[in-house]
């Protein structure tokens, strides 16, 4: 089994300070530019597991970096440069301390809240008599709070996020606008590609008065995704869809009795688990792009990246 990449300790030139994220590890230089290391790191239920996922971390960086590019009309990023394939750099942004969730269907964890009766989600009110993976009439806004490590995001209204000051009303409206094309431009291309775009979450932030589009888009990381082909058929059946995002991993950690709550224990990941996992992250990969995964060299991680990084900064 290849070797997988679960902690970086980098010391860049200019670099001032580190925060190591869930998944991502982000090195700040200078306060201008960030360096973001896609690790294999792979979380679920705001948990870390205990095994990382060879070639995660370089699937995720290159989703988001062809995303990124394919949407700078719509808003403006934070992406500078890729210089390794798990590795964006790009501009430094104050961000946004909320989440921008967009639903186009009900499920997940939107479908167990409305089984259990509930008929209002971030102040969105639902219709009644929805099924499981039901198409929204249009597409929904539910955004949460950005938790603090090792807390979990909370559900907020646009109105709470208002109320309290989290985000003036002129920025927010922004924020829903860039929102709901990106989830616009992001279903056009998943249909290109034989693809249903389910879910996302978009992540934003300022600098000098301007407000980019940061971190990951459309990866299944933070995005869910049905195979187009037969979801009428098994929508029409009450059958599952076939998925391509995070989800099987939440599946298979439900089924053995771990959701992330008090006194529970992520069950053993063995070298099966772990090599099932990573060839489901390419095939998601190879769907969301079109394109045949090209495996990195893994046996110098560390010292691979750091010199593609290194030399990137002194030449910039």
């Not at 990449?5 to 670099?15: G, I, M, W, Y």
């Not at 989703?63 to 808003?75: M, N, P, Q, V």
């Not at 990573?278 to 991680?301: P, Q, W």
Request: net charge negative.
């Amino acid at each position: 089994m290849k070797k997988a990449l679960v902690k970086t300790d980098f010391n860049f030139p200019r670099q001032k300070s580190v925060y190591h994220g869930k998944v991502r590890d982000v090195y700040n230089i200078n306060d201008e530019v960030l360096v973001m290391v896609a690790t294999d790191r792979i979380s679920a239920f705001d948990v870390i597991l205990p095994e990382g996922i060879p070639y995660k971390g370089q699937m995720l960086n290159q989703i988001a970096a062809k995303f990124l590019d394919a949407t700078t009309d719509i808003c403006p990023n934070w992406k500078m440069a890729t210089p390794d394939p798990m590795v964006t750099v790009g501009v430094q942004c104050q961000g946004f301390p909320v989440e921008m969730i967009v639903r186009g269907y009900l499920c997940g964890s939107a479908w167990r809240a409305y089984k259990s009766g509930v008929r209002e989600i971030c102040g969105v009110k639902l219709p009644e008599g929805m099924r499981e993976n039901q198409r929204f009439p249009e597409p929904i806004i539910t955004p949460t709070t950005k938790a603090e490590i090792g807390e979990h995001d909370q559900d907020i209204s646009k109105e709470e996020i208002l109320a309290k000051g989290l985000v003036s009303k002129e920025d927010y409206e922004v924020l829903e606008k860039y929102t709901m094309a990106l989830f616009k431009r992001g279903t056009e291309i998943a249909k290109e590609r034989g693809l249903i775009l389910v879910d996302t979450k978009y992540e934003f932030g300022h600098r000098d008065g301007k407000i980019y589009l940061i971190d990951e888009i459309h990866t299944p990381d933070s995005s869910r995704y049905f195979y187009s082909e037969g979801y009428e058929d098994r929508f029409a059946k009450g059958e599952p869809q076939k998925q391509l995002s995070k989800e099987f991993v939440r599946e298979w950690l439900m089924e053995n009795g771990f959701q992330g709550k008090s006194g529970q224990k992520v069950p053993e990941m063995t070298p099966e688990i772990v090599e099932g996992i990573s060839n489901r992250y390419i095939e998601l990969f190879e769907h969301i792009t079109g394109e045949t995964f090209v495996k990195g060299e893994t046996d110098n991680l560390l010292n691979r990246i750091e010199k593609n990084v290194t030399e990137y900064l002194q030449n910039k």
